[in-house]
């Protein structure tokens, strides 16, 4: 059995960095693409609060995208997100206008919804911002998109970090939910081969049927990896 695992650790250590939902950090940002061209993502420029979000001269607004990830499984993202004010004792400095949004789009890259957050103390340049977006039910892949709608060269405001967690449904009821922790992630796999490899660990066992076969097997690992992956 440990031969025929082989190829599906190969195909675990591929997944992992897709399958968690994506942190921004001067640390970790290779999953985050900023569409201003003149700054690239490094950690200077992030810890530098020089990721910043405005509608341009052109009316084109900056943005920070995600890469894809799974959602399976997860019914709220709650981010916390470290948001910098470059300008704000400018005497154009609007506070209202500096405000962020973030979207939750589907694999092909269409908003499905958003939350905004207006920063609400002026009279600093840190702001320490909370949002939780929901995620649309049935939605398996997507992106993370942050905004400002409302910022200009004056008014806007630099992201220096954004963590995130997951919320998800009751556990065990979700396919693929092995460890019965509410949601869908690069941790069931490991465990589900841990129990078939070693008989160790607990498992629910109807959320590690996830080809519904009837029972935990091998099959069930790449049926799981599938649905991480989004096939």
């Given at each position: 059995?440990?031969?025929?695992?082989?190829?599906?650790?190969?195909?675990?250590?591929?997944?992992?960095?897709?399958?968690?939902?994506?942190?921004?950090?001067?640390?970790?940002?290779?999953?985050?693409?900023?569409?201003?061209?003149?700054?690239?993502?490094?950690?200077?420029?992030?810890?530098?609060?020089?990721?910043?979000?405005?509608?341009?001269?052109?009316?084109?607004?900056?943005?920070?995208?995600?890469?894809?990830?799974?959602?399976?499984g997860i019914n709220k993202?709650?981010?916390?997100?470290?948001?910098?004010?470059?300008?704000?004792?400018?005497?154009?400095?609007?506070?209202?206008?500096?405000?962020?949004?973030?979207?939750?789009?589907?694999?092909?890259?269409?908003?499905?919804?958003?939350?905004?957050?207006?920063?609400?103390?002026?009279?600093?340049?840190?702001?320490?911002?909370?949002?939780?977006?929901?995620?649309?039910?049935?939605?398996?892949?997507?992106?993370?998109?942050?905004?400002?709608?409302?910022?200009?060269?004056?008014?806007?405001?630099?992201?220096?970090?954004?963590?995130?967690?997951?919320?998800?449904?009751?556990?065990?009821?979700?396919?693929?939910?092995?460890?019965g922790n509410g949601y869908?992630?690069?941790?069931?796999?490991?465990?589900?081969?841990?129990?078939?490899?070693?008989?160790s660990g607990n498992i629910?066992?109807?959320?590690?049927?996830?080809?519904?076969?009837?029972?935990?097997?091998?099959?069930?690992?790449?049926?799981?990896?599938?649905?991480?992956?989004?096939?």
């Open positions: 059995m440990k031969r025929t695992i082989l190829p599906i650790f190969l195909a675990l250590l591929a997944l992992t960095a897709s399958a968690q939902l994506p942190q921004f950090t001067s640390d970790d940002y290779d999953s985050w693409t900023y569409s201003n061209p003149n700054i690239p993502l490094s950690p200077s420029t992030i810890a530098g609060g020089r990721v910043v979000f405005y509608v341009n001269s052109l009316g084109v607004a900056l943005t920070l995208t995600s890469s894809q990830f799974n959602c399976q993202i709650d981010t916390d997100v470290i948001w910098y004010t470059k300008y704000f004792n400018d005497n154009k400095f609007d506070l209202d206008k500096a405000t962020l949004t973030l979207v939750i789009e589907d694999g092909e890259g269409h908003p499905l919804d958003s939350v905004t957050c207006v920063p609400t103390t002026p009279g600093i340049s840190t702001h320490y911002l909370s949002l939780s977006l929901p995620v649309p039910t049935g939605l398996t892949t997507a992106r993370l998109r942050f905004v400002s709608w409302t910022g200009d060269v004056i008014s806007s405001g630099g992201i220096k970090s954004a963590t995130f967690t997951a919320s998800g449904t009751q556990p065990g009821t979700t396919t693929g939910d092995v460890n869908v992630d690069i941790s069931d796999v490991t465990i589900l081969i841990d129990y078939l490899l070693n008989g629910q066992v109807d959320a590690a049927d996830v080809d519904h076969d009837g029972n935990a097997s091998i099959s069930d690992i790449t049926a799981l990896i599938d649905i991480l992956l989004g096939n």
